[in-house]
Each structure stands twice: as C-alpha cells, then as structure tokens.
C-alpha cells in the first residue's frame, strides 16, 4: 500500500517547497498575454519550461503542482515533464479541479466542479506519474454579507468528497480553500473568514472520514483586503495567521502550504519568513512551506516575454526569487 503519509510530510524536507505550475488554458493564456506572449500549446509548453527546465531547482523544490496538458509533454530535453521532475526528486502533483462556476444558491460567490469523473482521471493522471493533487475552492470575502454560509458548506463538502476519492485512488490530495486577497475587508475580517472556512472544513473531512494525516492545507496568509488601502506588517500578518491555524488545523494534518494570492514577490517573501518564525516560537505542530505561483513567477516572466535568447536571465530571476522564498520558510 502507498505510503501517504510519508509522501506527504516528503514535501517539507528542510528549506525545500512547492511551485504551482497548475494555471489552466484560460489562466496561463491571460498570464502570458499580461507579459506580451501570444497564446498557443507550444508558448504554454515553453513557459512551464522556462521553470520546470531550470538547472538546480531540485535545491529548492520538492513538488510542482502541474496543469494536466503538462503531464503529457516534453520538455526542451525531450523528456516527459513528470519523468524529468522525477529524475531530479522532485515529486509531480496535478490540479484536478475544473475550476469555477458562479454558485446557482448565491451567484456572487464561486462553486468548484470536477467530481463528475474524477476516480477515472485520477486512475490516467497516476498513470501518468502524478503522486498527488489540488483541488481549490475560491472565498469570496464582501462586507459582512460574503462569503455565505451555503458556499462555504458546499466548497468544503465538495473539498472533501475529493480527498476522499484521491486517498482512495493512492495520492495525496491538496485542499486549497482560497479567502480571496482582493476586496476592501479588514485583517480582522480576513481572520474571521479564514477561522470559518478552516472550521467547516475539518468539521466536514471527519464526515467523509478524510485521513488527517495524509492531507496537505493550502491556505492563505490572513491580510487586509487588497483595496483597504492597509499594509500589514509581516508580524502581524504572522501573529493573525498562526493564531487562526493554530485554532482551527488538527495537529495530525500532515502540513500547512501557502499560497501568495497576489503579495508582491517581497511581500510573500517576508510574510513567509515571520510566518516560520513565529511558527517555530509556539512550537506549531505541523510543518509549514510555500506553493506559490505568481510570487515566484512574476519576476522571471517580465524577464522572459516569450523569447528564446532571454531564457537564461528569466531563469536566474527565478532561481534568486526561489532561494529568497526557501530562505523564508527557515525563519
Ligand atoms: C497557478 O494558479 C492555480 C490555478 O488557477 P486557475 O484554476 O485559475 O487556472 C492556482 O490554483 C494556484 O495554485 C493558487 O491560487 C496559488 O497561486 P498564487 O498565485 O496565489 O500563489
């Protein structure tokens, strides 16, 4: 039988995390056309890798989270993205949702899909080389008024119908419940939603009888809204993020990511470091590291542009924002 646990508390070797590399067609298009590339496969091949390709990541990463079009593509070195990953420790995962949908019970909020199938694809994506997964669920935070408590429960069942089937299929599932930066909302605000959303959660993972041990939380950071016109300081973001985990992750969860959610590079990078700090002052029970996206793409992105001979500079942009982030989860 698969060593879940194991495979899961791999991805928190020291100093090392994960990279989500998981935008949908619709996401990476928008991406790349921010930084001036035109949208095609072969331009979305070629951006995931500009990061999957860098030589000496294996330093600083123990998995990527892939799209499932890049499970079945070469790199430039003619190998099959999950084998080179492999090749070079670093475990492959692959997002399984199929993203987001207005909720029909509340049409300002979102609902994930993806169930419909999903044992199947989880049985291609193994074969594939896949070792574990995401599912994410996007919170809306509005006023007092969102999120409502119909889409928390709903996202949250339907977070845990998928660890369910993803422990059953022999992989580690990632819940990504994401309270949304953006918005005009207090820390306070942001701390409340997030303490919520974690509480229905784990409430409802024991009714599906999800293993504690072998899941992975991706959450965010507790911040003031995007458009509050407040800048917290990575203190205060550590004090509130660790007090809501602290409340509200079982200790036998097997450990805690996080995602940058639009913090500048910087921003998520010193946010992470205060985070790890005061994590390691109250003797947090679990594991914690990074699986950004955007913090840890953007520099090299707007280095790159989608040509060929700026390869070599957007990499090492990469690479320096990578060991800035990996320093971080040290403290
Ligand atoms: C990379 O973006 C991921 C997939 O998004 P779409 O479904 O919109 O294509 C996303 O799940 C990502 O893993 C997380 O949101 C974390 O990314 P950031 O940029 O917040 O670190």
Same mark, same amino acid.
């Given at each position: 039988?698969? %060593? ?44 995931? !890798?500009?990061?999957?390709?860098? #030589? %000496? ?28 990953? $492999? ?25 994930? @899909? ?15 080389? /896949? ?15 969102? #999120?409502? #408590?119909? /889409?928390?429960?709903? @996202? ?37 939603? $997030? ?15 999800? !293993?504690?041990?072998?899941? $992975?939380?991706?959450? *965010? ?10 800048? %917290? *300081? #990575?203190?205060?973001?550590?004090? !509130?993020? =660790? /007090?809501?985990?602290?409340? +509200? ?10 995602? *940058? ?8 990078? /010193? +946010?992470?470091?205060? &985070? ?5 002052? &109250? ?26 001979? +700026? ?8 690479? %320096?924002? =990578?060991?800035?982030? *990996? ?5």
């Amino acid at each position: 039988m698969t %060593d879940l646990v194991g495979i899961a508390r791999a991805f928190f070797e020291k100093g090392k995390g994960i990279l989500a590399a998981d935008e949908s067609v619709h996401t990476a298009t928008a991406r790349l056309a921010s930084y001036g590339v035109p949208a095609s496969a072969e331009m979305r091949r070629q951006y995931r !890798d500009l990061f999957l390709g860098a #030589p %000496d990541v294996e330093h600083h990463l123990s998995g990527v989270i892939l799209f499932s079009e890049t499970l079945l593509e070469e790199g430039n070195d003619k190998k099959l993205f999950p084998e080179s990953l $492999i090749s070079r420790g670093i475990m492959p995962g692959v997002k399984v949702d199929l993203g987001t949908e207005p909720f029909s019970a509340s049409p300002r909020e979102f609902i994930t @899909n993806g169930l419909i199938g999903l044992p199947e694809r989880l049985l291609e994506f193994k074969k594939q080389g /896949a070792v574990f997964t995401k599912w994410r669920s996007v919170i809306r935070i509005d006023g007092d008024t969102l #999120p409502s #408590p119909q /889409a928390l429960h709903e @996202n949250a069942k339907r977070l845990a119908s998928y660890a369910k089937e993803v422990q059953t299929a022999g992989m580690v599932p990632i819940l990504e419940p994401e309270v949304l930066h953006e918005g005009k909302h207090s820390r306070a605000r942001a701390r409340a939603v $997030i303490s919520e959303t974690l509480k229905i959660l784990f409430s409802v993972l024991d009714e599906f009888s999800v !293993d504690r041990a072998s899941v $992975i939380l991706k959450t *965010s950071m507790v911040l003031s809204g995007s458009e509050s016109g407040k800048h %917290d *300081s #990575p203190e205060e973001v550590a004090d !509130d993020t =660790l /007090a809501t985990l602290m409340g +509200n992750v079982p200790p036998q969860v097997s450990g805690i990511v996080f995602l *940058s959610g639009g913090q500048t590079p910087d921003e998520s990078t /010193a +946010n992470l470091a205060a &985070i790890a700090r005061r994590a390691k002052e &109250i003797n947090a029970p679990w594991p914690l590291t990074f699986s950004y996206a955007r913090a840890l793409q953007e520099e090299a992105l707007s280095v790159w542009k989608g040509k060929e001979e +700026n390869v070599p500079a957007a990499r090492a942009a990469f690479l %320096d924002r =990578l060991a800035k982030v *990996s320093a971080a989860t040290i403290g």
